[in-house]
């Protein structure tokens, strides 16, 4: 598992080729997905029309359960488009990870801390966006100052916290599935007999990786409107 | 060495450009997927509104068809009830007045019958009479032509005669 990131510098700034590969196929796997569902649109809805709709009430699901939809609804588009894009990103590393030489190419792009954070980081300043924009920059500051003004520096470590807490978990949960699937695929180096009998755990732990991968998803949803609903409700 | 493991774990390219992925990601998606997709599912959501309502509006529309035929119906029996009442009534009415128009006019036939019977019993009383006389005179001269003479003959006949016209 001694795989190093291949590196490409240009301009001074650093490029993990494989995590640019792995975000374009996850990127473009969701956009076809979501294309080719809504191509052909209906009132009565047909086949892939119809999972696009449950994906559609399922994200609505999720914003109403943390705030009311007059404020949310805004936020159906993120959320869909986040929870498709990290759960076939999480899907991406577990049928076969590809190295080429000693470099890893193909694997998860979520199971790379830089990508999971910059997800977090960019929910987080959202977050904060929407909180001066729909609530203005006064209401928004004094909501560091409720429900006690002692406890602003807590507020404070919460933005990070909430942030870092964010990122990590998806790329810990994910990170995790995937040294594990390496491992248990490594084990077929060690003899014919050990491979065989790696096989069963393999076939369980991908199978918990897929759950793993659609919790993950759909927990980064949640926290993001939880987050956002923090931010830009009233009663709070 | 520490900031190089730390800048070798967050290339700072991959940040911007899983960024940059991500948000045009989003812009594609709410142009091409999203925005058609929660277009459609509004318009049904619209059409089946629309549908409740028209059903709701059908349904209540054939509510108060349905009372106003009751009510025609019960109103058109009421009627026909008192056509019916009515015409009993009237025939009840006319038969009477026509056994009692008969009663009278038979009543008025039996009366003219009776009067008419009187008053020919009495022409022909006063024909007979006068017939009775005539042929009691016939008689009585015949007889007494034989017995009498000119003189006595003629005040007997006057004497009868007065007799006749007082017993008249």
Redo the contacts between chains.
Sequence with gaps: MEHK?P??T?MG????LS??LM??VS?II??LL??L??RS???K?TGM?NF??WA?DFVKGIINSTMDWKTGGRF???G??LIM?IFVSNMLGLPFAIAYGHELWWKS?TA????T???AV?VVALTHYYGVKMKGGKKYAADYFKPMWFLFPLKIIEEFANTLTLGLRLYGNIYAGEILLGLLVGLSHQGIFAGVLGIIPLVVWQGFSVFVGSIQAFIFTMLTMVYLSHKVSDDH | MQSLVL?????????????L??L???V???K???G??????K??QN?ITNEIEAAEKNRKESEAQLALQVAELKQAREEARMIIENAKKQGEAQGEAIIQASRKEAERVKEEALADIASEKDKAVATLRSEVASLSVMIASKVIAKELDERSQEKLIHDYLQEAGESK
């Design positions: 990131a590196i490409y240009w700034i650093d490029f993990d995590i640019v975000t374009t990127s969701v956009f979501a294309v569902a809504t649109l209906a009132m809805p029309q696009m709709e559609v159906l588009t993120l869909l488009t894009y792009p790379d801390p830089s990508i954070l910059t997800l960019m | 800048a070798s774990a967050f290339p700072i390219g991959n940040i911007l450009f899983q960024l992925a991500f045009i990601l989003l594609l998606l709410r091409f997927a999203w058609p997709l929660m277009g459609i599912m318009e049904r059409f």
